[in-house]
T-cell receptor, first 115, second 106 residues
Framework: NAGVMQNPRHLVRRRGQEARLRCSPMKGHSHVYWYRQLPEEGLKFMVY????????ESGMPKERFSAEFPKEGPSILRIQQVVRGDSAAYFC?????????????FGNGTRLTVT | RKEVEQDPGPFNVPEGATVAFNCTYS??????FFWYRQDCRKEPKLLMS???SGNEDGRFTAQLNRASQYISLLIRDSKLSDSATYLCSGTYKYIFGTGTRLKVLA
């Protein structure tokens, strides 16, 4: 399957623990976007990365959240000291280029539940 | 003003009806625009790209109006299976609208 792969599909963490979400882009795509979606709400942009670089993190909370896309391996979204408000679906998407003209391709998401 | 705006709905329409959604954008930098469909608790999936000349795919027609900065999606002969949330996005920063919920009623 050459699509965007996210894992885990479901992640349960207790308050104060760390959550690590992984995303492997489509083959040939070097641009990765992370979005958060709360129940009954739209997709909220979090961060845009290229290999080894964070290009735009304007949508990321200033504390506890970080993202990386190393030269080798998947992109990681890391949430430290999770709180109940972090419970959401986190989607990753990839594209072959910046700012188009191609559409994004989405992974099937990670549903984070903080208890 | 939000970068991409959509009427959240819900739009409740009977089977067979024609329904149209608009999506307005504030930044003209996007090269291309897209409509995505999102089913409950699933990932968004590309429905169709939107071109200035307009494009049609079966019952779906998408149009782009750069002068007025909006894109539209028209669904003809609605089916129950069209019930979903429809999201729009441009390629500039790939920012999405909040989505428009459509419910097609039997």
């Amino acid at each position: 399957n050459a699509g965007v792969m996210q894992n885990p599909r479901h992640l349960v963490r207790r308050r104060g623990q760390e959550a690590r979400l992984r995303c492997s882009p489509m083959k040939g795509h070097s641009h990765v976007y992370w979005y958060r979606q709360l129940p009954e709400e739209g997709l909220k942009f979090m961060v845009y990365l290229q290999k080894e670089n964070i290009i735009d993190e304007s949508g990321m909370p200033k504390e506890r959240f970080s993202a990386e896309f190393p030269k080798e391996g998947p992109s990681i979204l890391r949430i430290q000291q999770v709180v109940r408000g972090d419970s959401a679906a986190y989607f990753c998407a990839s594209s072959p280029s910046r700012d188009g003209p191609s559409p994004l391709h989405f992974g099937n998401g990670t549903r984070l539940t903080v208890t | 003003r939000k970068e991409v705006e959509q009427d959240p709905g819900p739009f409740n329409v009977p089977e067979g009806a024609t329904v149209a959604f608009n999506c307005t954008y504030s930044n003209s930098a996007s090269q291309s625009f897209f409509w995505y469909r999102q089913d409950c608790r699933k990932e968004p999936k590309l429905l169709m790209s939107v071109y200035s000349s307009g494009n049609e795919d079966g019952r779906f027609t998408a149009q782009l109006n750069r002068a007025s900065q909006y894109i539209s999606l028209l669904i003809r002969d609605s089916k129950l299976s069209d019930s979903a949330t429809y999201l729009c996005s441009g390629t500039y920063k790939y920012i999405f609208g909040t989505g428009t919920r459509l419910k097609v009623l039997a």
